[in-house]
């Protein structure tokens, strides 16, 4: 919270969470943008780890992210048809994103829960890919028919952090409240469908409820993150691999928990120095955690046996 | 005495199509029934039925004496413990990681393992003798060593029924003898085994009952030698075979000479 265009020293930044500074644009900094970006920082990333490790665990897939059920193409539609088609209304940015995210999943669980084949992850994964397929083509539309607005749009679907306060965090938080609570409680029954469903059902489990649940879980946590900071979802591809290869262990006690954390840690180092590099310029958080996270995943698996 | 498993005219549908028509399997404490039959009779569809993990369209089937569709979760897990053929295996897992999911059917939600859950681990990992490579993970075993942790994994959830399909389909022979003697040493410490199996002789040697499927129906059952006779081969195998009184099984692959002597 120190670093930044406006250098702020540690002392005033205790001092203004505490309550105990003096009125003045450092207090200001702190307690109206940088910590709101703190905090949404570390949820993003928190939020898009877990949604990772959820959805590569239910669907036994490695390649399983956030947009793979649906919810990165619905939240793209939805902020897309804030920004370019109702711009007066920028303030709903969070709340289009979210339910459009939310409602692309609904879709793609529908299908994927239904027919003779029921919860297969074949057929979860292949819906999740026609309806993503669907709303990308909507949001091209979209960016075609106002391409004089498409400026605007560009920042978010970069995907990063704003200093817009506490606004948006108002309206995600019990969705990602939610969505937190039922990871914690799917960890042990993942570890159990990770052996096969046919020894998740010999133990009592109900695959296809596990699964469901995870993957309500993930659109929850993933939306959200989305309505915050726009399309990061490479980082709920990449940060259960990082965990995985660095733990040596694909226990989802492990995973899921470490995930959160290592999500939080690294978009939050990454936003800094998205601040930091070319102050008083922002570099978009989305491409630059890219740049970041993929030469380290490359050491990772290389280094891995 | 009631009998741990009762099925009777089980049916089971995939979509509008019926694969089983009527399937009928007792087991008794302490019995080990083998269930044999032709590629696509039904004898997998029968076991998984069975078990709760493929709904029944009909028929009936009762665990200690409780209709199936009465249990639900962790006291049907309580009741059997259904063994697969093949399982993924997950990375980083250790065997005794493995085999320490077993007792959760035991473990409440958000509770810790106690110590009878991690005496009853032990004593799973013994018994199959995968005790020595209990730290290894599951990534770097052979296929006779997997398909024990797999049994270690059932044995853990100490049920009194263990249903193995077709264990031994893809073990090389010293493998498959392995299992074999796990699987009677079980039965005649007083569990309950029902083995899914295609080797009739390694069913002949090790079953008390022997249930014969064919075309989506149990055909026969009753003690090996009774069940398993050259015309039954012929009938449901399409096939000159016969067993003989120690238990070897001859069969006339190119029709040349008869198998029967």
Redesign the interface.
Known sequence: MALGAVHVPLADIWGSLTGTAEEGPLRQIIVELRLPRTVSAILVGASLGVAGALLQGAL?NPLASPDVIGVTGGAGFGAMLTLLVWPSAIALLPVGALAFGLVAAAIVFSIGWSG?HAGSIGRVILAGIAISALFGAATTSLMVAYSDRVQSAIFWLAGGLTSEGWSSLKVVWPYMLVGMVLAL?LM?PL??L???D??A??????PRAIRLTAAIAAALLASSAAALAGLLGFLGLVIPHLV?LA?????HRFVVPASAVAGAALLLAGDTLARVILAPVELPVGPLMVVLGVPLFLWLLREAV | MTPLLEARDVRVQ??DVEILHGADLTVHQGELVAIVGPNGAGKSTLSRAV???QRPSGGEVRWSGTPLSEL??????RL?????QR??V????TVR??VA??R??HIK?LQRATRGDHDAVERALERTGVREFADRRLTTLSGGELQRV?IA??LA?EAPVLIA?EPTSHLDLGATATVAKLLRGLVDDGLSVILVVHDLALAAAVADTVVVMADGRSAATGPPREVLTPDRLSEVWRVDAALDERGALHVNWLDRGPARR
């Open positions: 036994g003779p409680g042990r570890d159990r990770a052996l096969g046919d020894v059902a010999s133990l009592g489990g109900r995985r733990g040596g262990t694909s226990s | 995939v979509g078990s709760g993990l639900r979760g962790r006291k049907l897990a059997r413990a259904f063994v697969p399982a993924p997950p990375a980083g897992v990681d493995a999911l077993g959760s059917p939600p797999q994994v059932g959830q399909d």
